[in-house]
């Protein structure tokens, strides 16, 4: 199953709320794009964030406390100097939830991501660095 996937659950933060799981938080470290003679200081040096919030518990702010949480662990305890996260650019949801945790708009990709309806979709790519984290 999905969920069983050590790979994947090494990546998986629960969103918990009394006892029970609401939401789940994808957190991928992973390398920078640098040049091949600095390829070891990019290594590791930034994430890519995910979610998923059960619709029952949607329109609450719990997806937005979590990614909160998120970018604090990312930020603070793991030192990362960037996060980053992607969506269709009609999940509107998904990427209000993005500008609402600060995150910046850097790409509109044309036509690029596969929906499971087998059509090819527009995407959006956010990012926030760690300074402008830590200035906002
Ligand atoms: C993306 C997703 C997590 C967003 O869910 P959400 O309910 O909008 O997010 P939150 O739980 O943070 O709630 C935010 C909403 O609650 C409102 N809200 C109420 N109280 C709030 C509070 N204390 N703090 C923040 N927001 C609050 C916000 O205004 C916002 O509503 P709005 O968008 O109408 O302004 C959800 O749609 C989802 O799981 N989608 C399916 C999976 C998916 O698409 N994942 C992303 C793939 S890239």
């Given at each position: ?123 959006l790519g956010y990012a926030l660095l760690a300074d402008e984290w830590?200035?906002?």
């Amino acid at each position: 199953m999905y969920f069983e996937d050590p790979g994947r659950l090494a990546k998986t933060l629960v969103i918990e709320l009394d006892g029970l799981v609401i939401g789940d938080l994808m957190l991928a470290v992973e390398d920078a794009w640098s040049q091949s003679e600095v390829a070891a200081q990019a290594r590791g040096v930034q994430a890519e964030l995910g979610w998923c919030l059960d619709p029952g518990y949607g329109g609450r702010g719990y997806a937005t406390e979590g990614v909160r949480a998120l970018m604090r662990i990312c930020f603070e305890d793991l030192g990362l100097r960037r996060v980053t996260a992607n969506t269709f650019a009609d999940n509107e949801p998904s990427w209000r939830l993005m500008e609402r945790v600060g995150m910046r708009r850097e790409l509109h990709t044309v036509r690029e991501s596969l929906h499971r309806s087998g059509e090819w979709l527009d995407g959006l790519g956010y990012a926030l660095l760690a300074d402008e984290w830590r200035q906002a």
